[in-house]
């Protein structure tokens, strides 16, 4: 399973993109890849997937080892438009895809319990958009939601197998980063 996550220089003109592979038993990175470069346009409110997608195909590319799963530091369903950065990049490349956010966009929801792997709907309307997620015991939880070709269980499941030590997936953690790494190192080129 593969985590992707964008990281931008303090002057907004230009990103990292990273996308690490890991090994589903272990977590153990085994593939990682970088892109850099500009956002494909300004920072419109709700269209954030348009800007990073195309940085992200290009990590995506280049990678050894192919993912069969991606986690997005972002939103799928959860989103205004009902298609955040996890619809977007999992109808392009044709994976399943989930996004984990670390703060909700839409939605209201009761809190889960205090335990590990507990969760409630998160509900747009009378329609669930996504799950509330509590990764840690005690800690703030988050938001989950489908993003193409996975089921929301599976979804949940799936987060809960990469938080075995921290709130947010070791995909998120690794990507995050790697696009940060990336940047500093950019700089001094």
Known sequence: MAG???????????????????DAATLAVVDQAVSIGRPAFGYVPGLFAFRELPALLDALARLRAPPDLLVCDGHGLAHPRRF?????LGL????????????????RWAPPGE???AWTPLV???????AVLRTRDGVKP?????GHRISLENA???VVALTPHFR????????DRLCRDALVGAAGV
Do not use: I, Q
């Open 168 to 175: 947010l997936p070791e995909t998120t953690r690794t990507a």
């Open 4 to 22: 992707l996550d964008v990281a931008y220089a303090k002057s907004g003109d230009r990103l990292a993109a990273a996308v690490t592979v890991l």
């Open 124 to 130: 747009d309307g009378t329609e669930v958009v996504g």
């Open 142 to 146: 988050v938001f989950v939601s489908v």
């Open 92 to 107: 392009v490349t044709g994976l399943p895809a989930v996004g984990v956010g670390k703060t909700p966009l839409v939605g």
């Open 156 to 158: 949940v499941a799936r």
């Open 115 to 117: 335990r590990r792997g």
């Open 84 to 88: 955040g950065l996890a619809c977007h």
